[in-house]
């Protein structure tokens, strides 16, 4: 079975601080991995696709890494904000139609 | 461009009751998405479509219906509400043959009592 897992589940983290959020999938085939924020009450916003070829990508204060033969996954946010509190989710897509979510990482930032 | 535009956003049925979803894109994407999320839950794939006239089954389909008459429009119907079906549905699509994010409607949440 295909799974996507996200750890913690939850994490409060004080303003100011860097933080690493967790993505590890079974099965190494993947054709791109993406990260999502989903804000309460509404859709799912793309941060970063990272393409099968590709070990990272880089938007702003966010940072996103790929390793395929661990199945993992990791983004970086650095100098943390509270308006960087929301859910974050990856999703892996295998090619095709079929992208499998993660159940997410509830993240609250402190002022 | 709107995007994805889902409506309504809100909805409650009374068990037996049927509605539409609707969901609707103007970026001209041919494949399309319908996923529900439930509390603490990935999101599960209903149905999908790779263009019009095209549709079929994802992960958890049963209750639900799904046309795709044109390009922009991928309606979701639900025919006879359960309880089992209170949940946040998501309508996405993306473009074809790149590595292009998924693009994501703000959601309706349903609730069947």
């Known amino acids: 079975k295909q799974e996507v897992t996200q750890i913690p589940a939850a994490l409060s983290v004080p303003e100011g601080e860097n933080l690493v959020l967790n993505c590890s999938f079974t099965d190494s085939a993947i054709y791109n991995l993406q990260w999502f924020r989903q804000d309460p009450g509404k859709g799912l916003t793309s941060l970063l696709l990272i393409q099968s070829s590709q070990r990272e990508q880089t938007s702003g204060r966010l940072n996103a890494s790929l390793d395929k033969s661990s199945g993992r996954s990791t983004l970086y946010i650095a100098a943390s904000q509270p308006g960087d509190s929301a859910t974050y989710l990856c999703a892996r897509n295998t090619g095709g139609f079929k992208t499998i979510f993660g159940a997410g990482t509830r993240l609250f930032v402190k002022a | 461009n709107a995007g994805v535009t889902q409506t309504p956003k809100f909805r409650i049925l009374k068990i037996g009751q049927s509605m539409t979803l609707q969901c609707t894109q103007d970026m001209n994407h041919n494949y399309m998405y319908w996923y529900r999320q439930d509390p603490g839950m990935g999101l599960k794939l209903i149905y999908y479509?790779?263009?019009?006239?095209?549709?079929d089954k994802g992960e958890v389909p049963n209750g639900y219906n799904v046309s795709r008459s044109t390009t922009e429009d991928f309606p979701l119907r639900l025919e006879l509400a359960a309880p089992s079906q209170t949940s946040v549905y998501f309508c996405a699509s993306i473009e074809t043959g790149t590595n292009s994010p998924l693009h994501f409607g703000n959601g309706t949440r349903l609730t069947v009592t």
């Open positions: 479509s790779v263009g019009a006239g095209i549709t």
